[in-house]
């Protein structure tokens, strides 16, 4: 078998700690293609750039790695991939990360690493979005390096169900060795916004965004459970949103002869 | 019953053709505020302004209606509704558009208008967006604003099931009328990219994304078939991406002890 041909991709950008370890543990398993945000690009959901232009550049930062940075999303990062850069290729494996921060439970909507993981399920390529959940400075990524690399040939092995991208988070560095994976739901819990708001030097208000993760969500077959007990969470996400279920309950309910 | 509280944001920004539309409709069904982005945002995404501040000023752009505009996505927008602008008053109802273009298919993933609808629904609210199949210029939203207002009178009266906003869009103007109304499952589809790239006057190059839409799905039962046929999609959106379906595959086919 010829080595596999892995795209790497990120939200963090190409200089951040997280996309150097994701990069090491690839080059082990195969031939790795970087195109990655040139500045962070945190909290972008599934957003792409139109109505602008897109810069895109090599930059020689990874050893032995041919890699790109490009002004574009997440998302654009992976398309500008697969339709430019690699030139008619298609990679094995799409992997995006590692974010610095969870995305767990609901932040898999506002993730800008899962936009890039789900973008390579849009073009039916296996593809997983790998996160730490630790937001401090100088986080630790050393425990994880192994079991990015052991998911990925998990990955490659057994592929993917189509339009399936893989969720996966990492509990912080503790003092005791990760327990093992949990393939889990996305729980159930919100940011409860509040909005910080202050004067500038010219007497106009301005917001700063702020709040906090509150879990509704009581199961132990979720994400959030999984990690506060300090296991690796995979959820596989779907592209499509549809509600199957409420489908014919809204042909039941809505009655449009007595509006 | 005392007037119902209606929340409307959109995407394409607070001076839109759409959102006038929107709000004209909305107040013949109760008390209407605007929290909607000072410019197009679309394409966003459920991106949402992380690392950055936000402004909010109130804009007298709507007879009779409480209007703010936002430098923040649509996402920001239903939070700074929701957590400040309202000040502990719940919203009824949450409205998003109306799009100008369609959010049909996997454009649901990419569209502003639904993130501000899915925001709402996070927020447990009921919540629809609004798209017209139409990107021309001098688009003509002239046969849609009865029906804007039918299906936000079924939401106030019938409610949307927990964790579900509601995808509407109309066929473009025709010269028949509308057909009617299908519930839909999202289309199975994909924007297949090219990417333009050209050198600017210092020889640098960049790149505009294009591409074409490309349907693949063959049911009668979908959002692309419905409008294709001149009828109003309406499809019912989760914001649980678990599939919940993968998760026992993947414990059947993931062996650690072979790998």
């Given amino acids: 078998m010829s080595k596999p041909l892995i795209l790497v991709s990120n939200d963090d950008g190409i200089t951040s700690k997280g996309i150097r370890i994701l990069v090491s543990a690839m080059k082990k398993l195969g031939e790795v293609v970087v195109v990655a945000p ?3 690009q945190s909290g972008m959901g599934h957003a792409i750039t139109i109505g602008e232009t897109l810069r895109l550049s090599s930059e020689d930062i990874f050893e032995d790695v041919q890699a790109y940075k490009s002004s574009g999303t997440p998302a654009d990062c992976v398309k500008l991939a697969k339709h430019h850069v690699l030139k008619g290729r298609t990679p094995d494996l799409v992997v995006s990360g590692i974010n610095h921060g969870s995305n767990t439970s609901i932040s898999v909507l506002y993730s800008g690493t899962m936009s890039a993981a789900i973008e390579g ?7 997983i979005g790998f ?6 400075s100088n986080a630790d990524f050393s425990h994880v390096e192994e079991w990015v690399e052991k998911i990925a040939l998990q990955v490659l092995k057994n592929g993917i169900a189509k339009g399936i991208a893989l969720n996966v988070n990492f509990p912080p560095k503790r003092n005791e060795d990760i327990k093992g994976i949990k393939i889990c739901r996305q729980a159930e819990a919100k940011w409860q916004e509040e909005f910080d708001e202050r004067l500038d030097p010219n007497g106009r208000n301005y917001f700063w965004m702020a709040g906090n993760f509150v879990n509704f969500d009581k199961g132990e077959d979720n994400d959030e459970w999984a990690i506060a007990n300090n296991y690796i969470s995979i959820v596989p996400c779907q592209y499509d949103l549809t509600a199957h279920h409420a489908i014919s309950q809204i042909n039941k309910d809505w009655d449009w002869d007595n509006l």
Avoid: H, V
């Fill in 38 to 40: 040139d500045s962070p």
């Fill in 131 to 136: 996160s730490l959940c630790d937001y401090s």
């Fill in 121 to 127: 399920a849009l073009e039916g390529l296996p593809s």
